[in-house]
């Protein structure tokens, strides 16, 4: 059914949604939808969301020459957001580090978005495998994003081929189901003095990870 969805856009359809603040960092992707447009790439671009910079984001739309595809869709609730999550093709998540977890990157994912978000958003490193199921870009790197995005433009089977792989893996192991069911296995553990290893999902094991542990890569 999202496959449908998807397939009904004449071109591939960029989303990025949630509240439009400076942490965002929703310039940076205008900016490079700016790059992408200029290497001859077709595509529109949505924006959901409203906030503080929304009226800088439509000037600096207009400034670029981008409104053409480009629509703001301002506020939407949670469910109209997800109805959005389905319809588009490629989802965009641009935050610096003060986003920490960033929850939309699990909603874009479960939505089978090809998903391209900051390194600096906690969920990014443990909900992305990069290339497979998304990229990962570096965070307030207008040009690393714009490679990423220009890599799915330029191939639309590689979209839908990491979308599908992201929703399959969000479904296998990034769900409230594995949630409880790891969450009573590993009590059950505990409660018998013994051990418990989750390889990857919820209760997985999570190092320690610096500011700069991310290096470009495609």
């Known amino acids: ?15 990025l949604a949630g509240r439009l603040l400076k942490l965002k960092r929703a310039d940076l992707f205008i900016y490079a939808a700016k790059k ?40 939407l609730s ?30 874009a994912l479960s939505a089978g ?12 490193p ?12 570096r965070s307030g790197d207008e040009d690393s994003l714009a490679d990423k995005l220009m890599i799915l433009l330029k191939n639309e089977q590689l979209a839908h081929e990491l979308g599908r792989a992201a929703y399959l893996n969000m479904q296998r192991y990034w769900n409230p189901k ?3 069911e790891r969450f009573l296995s590993a009590s059950e553990c505990l409660l018998k003095n013994e051990t418990f290893e989750f390889d990857k999902g919820p209760m997985s094991p999570a190092g320690y990870l ?9």
């Open 1 to 15: 059914e999202l496959e449908k969805l998807k397939a009904k856009n004449r071109l591939p359809k960029i989303l």
């Open 36 to 75: 992408c447009r200029d290497e001859g790439l077709n595509f529109t671009v949505e924006i959901v969301g409203d906030g503080e910079e929304e009226k800088k984001l439509i000037r600096l739309v207009k400034e670029l020459k981008l409104d053409d595809i480009t629509e703001f869709m301002g506020y």
């Open 78 to 107: 949670p469910e109209d957001t997800r109805a959005e999550m389905e319809k588009a093709n490629i989802f965009v998540m641009t935050s610096n580090k003060l986003e920490g977890w960033g929850a939309v990157i699990y909603e």
């Open 113 to 124: 978005c090809a998903t391209v978000a900051s390194h600096a958003a906690g969920a990014a």
């Open 126 to 137: 443990w909900l992305i495998s990069q290339g497979k199921t998304g990229y990962i870009f």
């Open 178 to 180: 594995t949630a409880a």
């Open 210 to 218: 610096k500011d700069n542990w991310y290096r470009e890569r495609i």
